[in-house]
């Protein structure tokens, strides 16, 4: 810890919804060099009508960084997240497309018991949908590095409400998100078609009943149509019912990816997959039935846009 | 009522899931006459574990039918609806398409304390998609007599899962489910999406935000996608919170008519619309898009095939 910390430069902090974690962080080569971490509460433990907010959220800052800032004072610090969302503890402005991913534009800036926070800011656009993405566009930025010069990649970020963003020589251009995620434990959990499933079988394959599901996913069948005939396969016995949940994957990531395909020229692109690997390898098989294949991030995109934020905004040197 | 047992020829019993409707019927003009009726449970009121479902089905059929059968005992009873679902008294076979809807194929009889119950038979198909109807093959029975002759006919059946079927002098030809009422709950009720809205205003024109979700379906979206620009148009202040609700419901039922659109040639075809007036409203607005206009089905046509399926058996006279 005390070697740490001399030669620690910055402190990340990815604040979320349920969770917060903060990185300690030196100079590495190619990636920063993660020294020391810690866990702590998200926002949604502070309540909206808590009379004094900035006790409560600097009570959780306590918790993630008082030990690293007592034994080196002013050590600076940014964070990204919903920290920075109306519901957070300072609502951080958005920036529009396209805009550069590391830059210093647009960081709102609260003044904590530890010193200045600097939050970055968002990403919103209204045209032709509207749409947000907050903290991933930290990931982005900690990506960009690993990504081919002077081409648009298309980097798909699976989660409840996944991110499907294009990006060149480190800007953002566009991004859509499709709520796969949450549809799926909807379906999953709560409707008539996940009633009709069973628990997995020992050992069972997650790719026959996921297949099952890219088997009926495109982009011309509504949903309404094609999730109710999971339901009725297995009643007819043409699907057991263990394979139900894969099934429903299957179509739901099937469909997602589908779309994708009539609207943009996925063979034209790059594709970078950004998650865990039970959902990039769902993802990754959805991509290989257009032709297309895609390649995994690091696990540590999050920590290296915060450390690449930090230096695009000059708190700390390359 | 004592007329009324006299002129009466026939008991129906419209007995679902949650709700039983028992029907005294006699012959009419075009239409049976309706001379009396009762309301009793439905059959989620016996448990699968009683030790004594015939009893318990019993004494539900006797709040149904009990003073009738006993001012006019033997008089014929019939029956459609989950009451022969596997859940329900007994299991009443599957017919295959095509089937005629008003023979006697297929019926399931059922001893009674109140003599012989005779259950309809549902519809079940495999192929290209399994799917199953319990209870609308009665209500398309009824139909038949306001279908023109020697036409495919689309009849569309809006409900938690709506039925689109497809009937010629008589025969289903085929049908296929849609979960939209289904999947508008979940979305509606459990969603972020659903809560990003907030109530109606009062006298708000519901044609507003259903408009706004119709100008957003379309069979090339995928619902993952598309119902998520409805949060993100809220925050956006690009739709009102009030809207959200009719939002859904018209993204959800205009992606349903999409898919339909892509499917089958919609002009071709006489399009009966089979429901509320509140949920036929919205299908008729939705078809409108697509420049095809649908009329709309006769309240009583649950009673009008049960009558009509009770002729085709030999239960009753015409």
Redesign the interface.
């Given at each position: 810890m005390t070697n740490a910390i001399e030669a620690a430069r910055l402190i990340g902090l990815d604040w979320g919804t349920t969770h917060a974690r903060s990185y300690l962080l030196a100079p590495g080569t190619g990636a920063p060099q993660l020294l020391d971490q810690r866990a702590g509460d998200g926002i949604l433990s502070v309540s909206p009508d808590d009379p004094d907010r900035d006790a409560a959220f600097n009570a959780i800052l306590r918790t993630l960084v008082a030990d690293w800032q007592q034994a080196s004072p002013g050590l600076p610090m940014i964070a990204c997240g919903m920290v920075g969302a109306a519901q957070g503890w300072r609502e951080a402005s958005y920036r529009s497309l396209p805009t550069p991913l590391a830059g210093d534009g647009g960081m709102t800036t609260v003044d904590t018991d530890f010193g200045a926070l600097p939050i970055i800011a968002g990403v919103?656009k209204?045209r032709p949908?509207?749409?947000?993405i907050r903290g991933e566009e930290t990931q982005l930025a900690g990506l960009v590095p690993e990504l081919a010069a002077g081409r648009t990649t298309l980097v798909v970020m699976p989660g409840t409400?996944?991110k499907w963003a294009q990006v060149r020589d480190g800007v953002l251009l566009d991004f859509?998100?499709?709520?796969?995620g949450?549809?799926f434990a909807?379906?999953a959990d709560?409707?008539?078609?996940g009633r009709a499933g069973a628990p997995p079988e020992p050992g069972q394959d997650w790719r026959t009943g996921f297949d099952w599901g890219l088997d009926?996913a495109g982009?011309?069948?509504?949903?309404?149509?094609a999730?109710?005939?999971i339901r009725?396969?297995v009643?007819?016995a043409?699907l057991p019912a263990s394979q139900v949940r894969d099934a429903i994957s299957g179509l739901?990531i099937g469909?997602?990816v589908?779309?994708r395909a009539?609207?943009l020229d996925l063979a034209s692109m790059p594709i970078v997959l950004v998650g865990g690997a039970e959902l990039t390898e769902r993802y990754q098989r959805a991509l290989a039935r257009h032709g297309v294949s895609a390649t995994l991030a690091p696990d540590d995109v999050t920590i290296r846009g915060l450390w690449r934020s930090a230096v695009g905004a000059g708190l700390v040197g390359e």
């Open positions: 919103k209204s949908n509207a749409d947000v409400h996944t859509d998100t499709a709520m796969s949450e549809l909807l379906l709560r409707s008539m078609v009926r982009h011309t069948d509504a949903l309404a149509f999730a109710f005939v009725s396969s009643l007819d043409q739901l469909s997602e589908a779309d009539a609207k």
